[in-house]
């Protein structure tokens, strides 16, 4: 039977080693964003609410949301200067057909995954439906909702062809192993420069 001094020490250890593992995610998401900003389109990283990720939280004490204490999936957004606007810490982008949004999804722990996921790519085609107008068609509003409903819209990354009674929009991502990710060249030839190049197009 394990004894209450290994408890203790196992408890400390998972805790700082989940604490390390989301720095150092906060550092590869910083890392993106330096890069990115220095790219012909200088990109912004999305304020919805300040500087930071989006994420589904919950501190429900019913097993189901119980599950979601801990912050297993999250992402950042990233528009170029020329579609969006900073007001009091806060960016403001408005939705339109022609707004392409490069978008990193980060995934730690999921069913749908064998190990921890960076999925990188972009957003575009969008198009507002009636229940959606409620948002304001402002694209940082719909953060939440993409994360909400990431199940459905990322069933097939590679392709995405998603509408509901909210929003329509299109969108194409790429793969890769966040263990893979082990310094700023791996960074760059694994991530950074393919997805640039199907943000582009190219």
Not at 78 to 89: A, C, K, L, V
Not at 119 to 135: C, I, M, P, S, W
Not at 169 to 175: L, T
Request: hydrophobic share 40%; glycine share 6%; charged share 25%.
């Amino acid at each position: 039977m394990t004894g209450k001094k290994e408890i203790i020490t196992q408890t400390q250890l998972a805790f700082e080693f989940i604490q390390k593992l989301y720095l150092e995610v906060s550092y590869l998401i910083k890392e993106i964003e330096g890069t990115l900003f220095e790219e012909e389109e200088k990109f912004s990283i999305c304020r919805p609410s300040g500087y930071g990720v989006t994420a589904r939280g919950s501190t429900g004490l019913e097993s189901v949301y119980v599950n979601m204490w801990l912050m297993r999936k999250l992402a950042v957004a990233f528009i170029p200067e020329i579609f969006t606007d900073m007001e009091r810490g806060q960016t403001h982008t408005e939705i339109s057909k022609d707004l392409r949004v490069l978008y990193v999804r980060v995934v730690l722990d999921d069913a749908t995954v064998d190990q921890p996921k960076l999925f990188t790519g972009y957003f575009t085609d969008f198009v507002v439906n009636k229940a959606g107008e409620r948002l304001r068609n402002r694209f940082e509003n719909m953060m939440s909702y993409i994360t909400y409903n990431d199940q459905k819209i990322f069933h097939d990354p590679q392709v995405i062809e998603y509408e509901d009674a909210y929003f329509k929009f299109n969108g194409k991502f790429i793969e890769t192993n966040l263990y893979d990710i082990s310094d700023s060249k791996a960074l760059s030839e694994k991530v950074i420069t393919p997805t640039l190049a199907l943000y582009r197009g190219k």
